[in-house]
């Protein structure tokens, strides 16, 4: 089975019109766990209306600790079996079930236990989202109003030429695919990062302390119509993005510890 988490936060609206981001028909290798950080009574009605697990528990957690909260929850109620999966995927993901079934099934086939797709910015699938990056350093902070970017992309269009998979250094939590005893391992996200670069920490942690590269699949696509808002810099969004990305530069140069708890799921059904 394949777990796929979906935090809403004011997103009803887009998940209902994507049919929980072309997910929804899917039901026999496919579940789908939707936590709603600011609740929404048209979401609920949608998931019940279509037996989708919906909780509005504990709203207000950062994007971290609510897809910690939803592993547990997972855990508590079915567990994870051998080959099962556990997709991070944010309600602005377009992508079809075949698309996840052979990441899936190439990470089981490979031993990739953290992976990710070819993420586009458009329903053309013509503009390549920026997905898969080097890790940020400190000439990131002087080379951030030149370019304006924290950290290198990768060049999709080489890669795609050459390659059917490739190691990165991190990948947006946009989409991203574990094996659920490595996200275990890890202690999920840490929720000390409420918003930004907990992607790349999770990423950083995994190939620092259980040797496990994140795999990029180019040939494998969907869309993600991001729309970013940590732009203007005396925005509560910019305050997060600066402050996790100081923080992500200490734990990179000062190794602090990888353990990290999430929060705890209850043990019955909202």
């Not at 109003?145 to 490739?166: G, H, M, Q, W």
Request: aromatic residues 14%; proline residues 4%; hydrophobic residues 40%.
């Amino acid at each position: 089975m394949i777990h796929v988490a979906i935090i809403s936060h004011g997103h009803e609206q887009l998940l209902i019109d994507s049919r929980l981001g072309g997910l929804l028909d899917e039901r026999t290798h496919l579940k789908i766990w939707i936590k709603d950080n600011k609740p929404a009574a048209k979401l609920k009605t949608f998931c019940e209306q279509h037996q989708v697990f919906y909780t509005d528990a504990d709203a207000g957690l950062g994007f971290g600790e609510n897809n910690n909260y939803l592993f547990k929850l997972i855990e508590a109620q079915s567990g994870f079996e051998v080959y099962d999966f556990f997709l991070v995927m944010n309600p602005d993901i377009t992508v079809t079930p075949e698309t996840v079934f052979s990441l899936t099934e190439k990470m089981r086939t490979s031993g990739h236990e953290i992976a990710t797709l070819n993420l586009y910015r458009d329903q053309a699938m013509q503009v390549p989202d920026k997905n898969i990056r080097h890790f940020p350093g400190m000439l990131s902070i002087m080379k951030m109003p030149l370019v304006n970017t924290f950290s290198e992309t990768y060049d999709k269009d080489r890669i795609a030429a050459a390659t059917d998979a490739i190691a990165v250094e991190w990948a947006s939590g946009a989409f991203l695919a574990f094996e659920p005893a490595l996200y275990r391992a890890l202690g999920g996200f840490d929720p000390s990062y409420f918003m930004y670069f907990e992607d790349v920490d999770i990423c950083f942690r995994a190939r620092l302390y259980h040797q496990q590269a994140v795999y990029y699949y180019p040939h494998l696509k969907a869309i993600h119509t991001a729309a970013h808002k940590n732009r203007n810099i005396f925005s509560q969004h910019a305050r997060w993005f600066f402050h996790s990305f100081s923080k992500f530069l200490l734990r990179r140069y000062l190794r602090l510890s990888p353990a990290y708890s999430g929060k705890s799921a209850p043990d019955t059904k909202n």
